[in-house]
């Protein structure tokens, strides 16, 4: 069972200012991304949402774009499957989760913050998203625009419907992720 996550939040940090409508794809070997939620107050457990793959289509204007990500990996099999049950992501039944950038901010050229939706678990609640290092640059070995960043953002599960051992684990989930995408010439879009 696989848990597909798709942010336009990327685009966020990807839709600079000197960038029009573009397509980007995700760099799988540079990019992750991660959540950490305490555990009994005293340990901050993490994992990831496995190899971050996708194209990003950008367009400055209305700051769009996708990433599939592929599954929920704690780094213990036993806590994976806890996680993919229905008292957390409840893969099953809501194996995706989205999220709608409506609004970007910026502090000069660079992008500062994304306002947007997030859905999981079939609930919608407004988050903003963080961007801090954005850079963009020509890659030395391919000779191709590339753009980074690092997004961030924290949720409360259980305005998510995910609420089981309140007693032990977290409320507070902080996501990170660290995002390098190749720009790609008009012939290899899709």
């Known amino acids: 069972m696989r848990l ?3 942010i ?5 940090a990807l839709a600079g200012p000197a960038f029009g409508q573009e397509s980007y794809r995700i760099d799988p070997l540079h990019t992750a991304t991660t959540f950490s939620v305490s555990h009994l107050g005293i340990s901050m457990q993490r994992g990831s949402f496995g190899r971050t793959t996708g194209t990003v289509m950008l367009d400055r204007a209305a700051g769009k774009g996708s990433v599939d990500v592929s599954t929920v990996n704690s780094g213990s099999p036993p806590r ?3 996680l993919k049950g229905e008292d957390y992501f409840n893969v099953a039944q809501f194996p995706t ?3 709608k950038s409506t609004r970007l901010r910026f502090d ?3 992008i500062v913050s994304c306002d947007g939706e997030l859905t999981m678990r079939g609930v919608t609640r407004p988050v903003v998203l963080s961007v801090t290092s954005f850079k963009c640059a020509i890659h030395p070995s391919t000779k191709t625009p590339v ?3 690092e997004i961030t953002a924290s949720v409360k599960r259980s305005e998510f419907g995910m609420v089981k051992n309140a ?3 977290g409320d507070d989930v902080n996501i990170v992720i660290a995002v390098e995408a190749i720009r790609q ?3 290899d879009v899709k």
């Open 97 to 99: 989760i989205t999220f």
């Open 80 to 82: 994976e499957t806890l």
């Open 4 to 6: 597909r996550l798709i």
């Open 108 to 110: 000069g050229d660079a």
């Open 8 to 12: 336009a939040a990327v685009a966020c």
């Open 167 to 169: 007693a032990s684990t």
């Open 147 to 149: 753009c980074g960043a």
């Open 185 to 187: 010439q008009q012939q």
